[in-house]
């Protein structure tokens, strides 16, 4: 079984939750990534992602720049660890409705591992299985 290990984003964009919305859209989009992990005084606190943006704020009709995260972020932390399969992840991801997971060795958060980082482990799995299938056919 491949583990997510290797696919973990470990440079992940951070901001404290007392930022506002709109700080967090400016470093999303500077970085041109779909979330940041919002963090407070006692570690992370969740994930803000561009869905928050459009159902927690823009749907709602709430001024970006006066929104505080604390209030804009998704508050079911989804947590994996790094030795967990690609389909459980994937499995989390479809019944939460989410695309991000925040991975975790014990207590300490070690990255975020998203949606596509899956898929592109998926096509890893099936290109390797793929190789080896064909080296037993021929060889």
């Known amino acids: 079984m491949t583990t997510i290990r290797s696919k973990i984003e470990r440079m992940v964009a951070v901001i404290n939750e007392n930022k506002t919305v709109l700080d967090a859209v400016d470093l999303m989009t500077g970085k041109y990534i779909g979330a940041v992990v919002v963090i407070g005084n006692t570690g992370v606190k969740g994930v803000f992602t561009e869905r928050d943006l459009m159902v927690k704020v823009v ?14 972020i998704s508050e079911n932390i989804l947590k994996v660890s790094p030795d967990e399969s690609c ?30 980082d899956l898929v592109a482990l998926m096509l890893e799995e099936k290109e390797d299985l793929i190789s080896q299938l064909e080296k037993y056919i021929t060889g």
Not at 59 to 72: I, N, S, Y
Not at 89 to 115: A, P, Y
Request: with cysteine.
């Open 59 to 72: 749907g709602q009709r709430r001024e970006p720049a006066t929104v505080k995260l604390r209030d804009a």
């Open 87 to 116: 389909s459980y992840c994937l499995e989390l991801m479809k019944q939460n409705r989410c695309r991000h997971l925040l991975v975790f060795e014990g207590e300490e958060f070690v990255g975020i591992v998203s949606l596509r």
